[in-house]
């Protein structure tokens, strides 16, 4: 029996996520179990995925938030919702979702994906407003493009007739 144990721990050990974390003393690094990396890889596969696939990983995000609203939950679908494919985007839901999450219940590497979410939202709203502002200057650009080409065909329809004028001038005399 006691043969039999000590491999089933052992194997239970194993199974533990493991990411790496730096540490503020001499030891260059320590390892701690946590979600974050393989949050980050799963949602790289999920990029990969084709469309109709990746409906359905945010389908089970969802499910999987409505049965349990924690923080792994909460920002395991708000990555989906702020860098996923761009059909499912939604960057209004994932601000709430992550501004709703209870950080004290969420992992120092959750927290930090967190924060780093709700910057990257911050800084896409900045750059679509910067676009928008853009677009805006170029419109009226082209419109002022358009009133000088007409100014200059006029102007070039003036200088047409000045010129027959003056070559139909000289003949009538």
């Not at 320590?30 to 084709?50: G, K, N, Y």
């Not at 650009?141 to 070559?167: F, W």
């Amino acid at each position: 029996m006691h043969k039999l144990l000590f491999p089933c721990v052992l194997i239970l050990v194993a199974c533990q996520p493991v990411t790496v974390q730096r540490t503020e003393n001499l030891v260059p690094v320590s390892v701690r179990v946590d979600d974050a990396a393989f949050w980050l890889e799963e949602w790289q596969r999920t990029l990969e995925l084709p469309e109709g696939q990746q409906t359905e990983v945010l389908e089970k995000r969802e499910q999987a938030f409505i049965k349990s609203r924690g923080a792994r939950n909460r920002l395991r679908l708000a990555l989906l919702l702020v860098a996923g494919p761009e059909q499912l985007q939604d960057r209004d839901r994932a601000l709430k979702l992550l501004e709703n999450m209870d950080y004290d219940e969420a992992s120092h590497s959750a927290q930090a994906l967190a924060t780093l979410l709700v910057k990257l939202i911050g800084e896409q709203r900045a750059s679509s407003g910067k676009i928008r502002s853009l677009d805006v200057r170029l419109a009226r650009s082209q419109e002022r493009i358009q009133e000088l080409e007409q100014q200059l065909q006029a102007l070039t329809d003036i200088e047409q007739n000045i010129q027959n004028r003056e070559q139909t001038s000289p003949e009538e005399k």
